[in-house]
Nanobody, 114 residues
Framework: QGQLVESGGGLVQAGESLRLSCVASGFAFNTKTMGWYRQPPGKQREWVAS???????TYANSVKGRFTISRDNAKNTVYLQMNSLKPEDTAVYYCKAYFSQVGWGQGTQVTVSS
């Protein structure tokens, strides 16, 4: 069974930046498309961004131009650089390995104050 461990969340003010990390283990990370999702308080989990095994990114419209997803296959890690954060970005952030048996990690809390 694989595992995903997210980190890097915190409390920031609007306009500031954070970088999230997700370390993968127990599966062939370099062959998988990886994604970031988030769950705002009281709402359903939503897709944020994805990156293919060769590094092609896609973004939700709500974060396009502010967030950057990247990966380091040598470190089995996917990142989410979040700039110009807004209060509506407040959520628990999770990463996901597509087309795999790997479950959700524990997530990392991001709180953006106005």
């Amino acid at each position: 069974q694989g595992q995903l461990v997210e980190s890097g969340g915190g409390l920031v003010q609007a306009g500031e930046s954070l970088r999230l990390s997700c370390v993968a283990s127990g599966f062939a990370f370099n062959t998988k498309t990886m994604g970031w999702y988030r769950q705002p308080p009281g709402k359903q989990r939503e897709w944020v961004a994805s990156i293919s095994s060769v590094g092609t990114p896609t973004y939700a419209n709500s974060v396009k131009g502010r967030f950057t997803i990247s990966r380091d296959n040598a470190k089995n890690t996917v990142y989410l650089q979040m700039n110009s954060l807004k209060p509506e970005d407040t959520a628990v952030y999770y990463c996901k390995a597509y087309f795999s048996q790997v479950g959700w990690g524990q997530g990392t809390q991001v709180t953006v104050s106005s």
